[in-house]
Nanobody, 120 residues
Protein backbone atom coordinates (compact mmCIF):
# COMPACT_ATOMS: atom_id res chain seq x y z
CA UNK A 1 0.00 0.00 0.00
CA UNK A 2 1.27 3.47 -0.93
CA UNK A 3 -0.13 6.78 0.26
CA UNK A 4 0.50 10.38 -0.73
CA UNK A 5 -0.54 12.91 1.88
CA UNK A 6 -0.60 16.64 1.16
CA UNK A 7 -0.48 19.36 3.78
CA UNK A 8 0.04 23.10 4.00
CA UNK A 9 -3.00 24.48 2.24
CA UNK A 10 -5.14 27.26 3.66
CA UNK A 11 -6.42 30.79 3.24
CA UNK A 12 -3.96 33.52 2.33
CA UNK A 13 -4.23 37.10 1.15
CA UNK A 14 -3.16 38.11 -2.35
CA UNK A 15 0.60 38.55 -2.45
CA UNK A 16 1.09 36.07 0.37
CA UNK A 17 2.91 32.75 0.48
CA UNK A 18 2.19 29.14 1.30
CA UNK A 19 4.29 26.00 1.30
CA UNK A 20 2.68 22.70 0.37
CA UNK A 21 4.15 19.33 1.29
CA UNK A 22 3.47 15.88 -0.12
CA UNK A 23 4.75 12.89 1.80
CA UNK A 24 4.84 9.43 0.30
CA UNK A 25 4.65 6.43 2.60
CA UNK A 26 4.18 2.70 2.42
CA UNK A 27 5.89 -0.02 0.47
CA UNK A 28 8.15 2.12 -1.75
CA UNK A 29 11.05 0.85 -3.80
CA UNK A 30 11.64 3.95 -5.89
CA UNK A 31 9.94 7.26 -6.73
CA UNK A 32 10.22 8.72 -10.20
CA UNK A 33 8.67 11.94 -11.42
CA UNK A 34 6.57 13.84 -8.89
CA UNK A 35 4.23 16.69 -9.65
CA UNK A 36 1.71 19.18 -8.35
CA UNK A 37 -1.62 19.63 -10.09
CA UNK A 38 -4.53 21.90 -9.30
CA UNK A 39 -8.21 22.02 -10.04
CA UNK A 40 -10.32 25.13 -9.70
CA UNK A 41 -14.13 24.96 -9.55
CA UNK A 42 -15.57 24.29 -12.98
CA UNK A 43 -12.17 23.75 -14.56
CA UNK A 44 -10.09 20.77 -15.54
CA UNK A 45 -7.18 19.59 -13.44
CA UNK A 46 -3.95 21.14 -14.71
CA UNK A 47 -0.28 20.54 -14.15
CA UNK A 48 1.38 23.20 -12.02
CA UNK A 49 4.93 21.88 -11.75
CA UNK A 50 6.84 18.63 -11.80
CA UNK A 51 10.24 17.41 -10.77
CA UNK A 52 12.28 14.36 -11.72
CA UNK A 53 14.20 12.21 -9.28
CA UNK A 54 17.33 14.01 -10.43
CA UNK A 55 15.87 17.43 -9.69
CA UNK A 56 14.96 18.68 -13.16
CA UNK A 57 11.87 20.87 -13.05
CA UNK A 58 9.27 22.42 -15.27
CA UNK A 59 6.42 24.81 -14.52
CA UNK A 60 3.11 25.91 -15.93
CA UNK A 61 3.60 29.33 -17.48
CA UNK A 62 1.38 31.27 -15.07
CA UNK A 63 3.34 30.16 -11.99
CA UNK A 64 6.84 30.48 -13.47
CA UNK A 65 8.94 32.71 -11.22
CA UNK A 66 6.44 32.59 -8.36
CA UNK A 67 6.32 28.89 -7.43
CA UNK A 68 9.25 26.59 -6.67
CA UNK A 69 9.00 22.81 -6.63
CA UNK A 70 11.53 20.73 -4.72
CA UNK A 71 11.90 17.28 -3.22
CA UNK A 72 13.79 15.50 -0.48
CA UNK A 73 14.43 11.99 -1.77
CA UNK A 74 15.63 10.77 1.61
CA UNK A 75 12.27 11.72 3.12
CA UNK A 76 10.13 10.73 0.11
CA UNK A 77 8.67 14.23 0.29
CA UNK A 78 7.95 16.90 -2.29
CA UNK A 79 7.30 20.59 -1.68
CA UNK A 80 5.74 23.51 -3.49
CA UNK A 81 6.74 26.98 -2.31
CA UNK A 82 4.13 29.41 -3.56
CA UNK A 83 4.93 33.13 -3.43
CA UNK A 84 3.12 36.21 -4.73
CA UNK A 85 -0.14 34.30 -4.68
CA UNK A 86 -3.03 35.57 -6.78
CA UNK A 87 -6.78 34.93 -6.50
CA UNK A 88 -6.56 32.87 -9.69
CA UNK A 89 -4.28 30.42 -7.86
CA UNK A 90 -7.28 29.38 -5.77
CA UNK A 91 -7.84 25.65 -6.29
CA UNK A 92 -7.52 22.22 -4.77
CA UNK A 93 -3.89 21.20 -5.14
CA UNK A 94 -3.05 17.54 -5.67
CA UNK A 95 0.27 15.78 -5.58
CA UNK A 96 1.08 13.02 -8.01
CA UNK A 97 3.95 10.57 -8.12
CA UNK A 98 5.15 7.61 -10.12
CA UNK A 99 6.14 5.00 -7.57
CA UNK A 100 7.65 1.55 -7.91
CA UNK A 101 6.76 -0.88 -5.14
CA UNK A 102 9.26 -3.40 -6.48
CA UNK A 103 11.00 -4.19 -9.74
CA UNK A 104 7.81 -4.54 -11.79
CA UNK A 105 7.59 -0.91 -12.79
CA UNK A 106 6.09 2.44 -11.83
CA UNK A 107 2.45 3.19 -11.07
CA UNK A 108 0.79 6.58 -10.77
CA UNK A 109 -0.52 7.67 -7.37
CA UNK A 110 -2.53 10.71 -6.28
CA UNK A 111 -2.94 12.45 -2.98
CA UNK A 112 -6.30 13.49 -1.58
CA UNK A 113 -5.82 17.19 -2.29
CA UNK A 114 -5.42 20.30 -0.19
CA UNK A 115 -7.41 23.51 -0.61
CA UNK A 116 -5.59 26.75 -1.35
CA UNK A 117 -7.71 29.90 -1.23
CA UNK A 118 -6.28 33.30 -2.11
CA UNK A 119 -8.62 36.06 -1.04
CA UNK A 120 -8.68 39.34 0.83
Amino acid sequence: QVQLVESGGGLVQPGGSLRLSCAASGSIFSIGVMGWYRQAPGKQRELVARITSGGSTNYEESVQGRFTISRDNAKNTMYLQMNSLKPEDTAVYYCNAFIARGTSGYEKYWGQGTQVTVSS
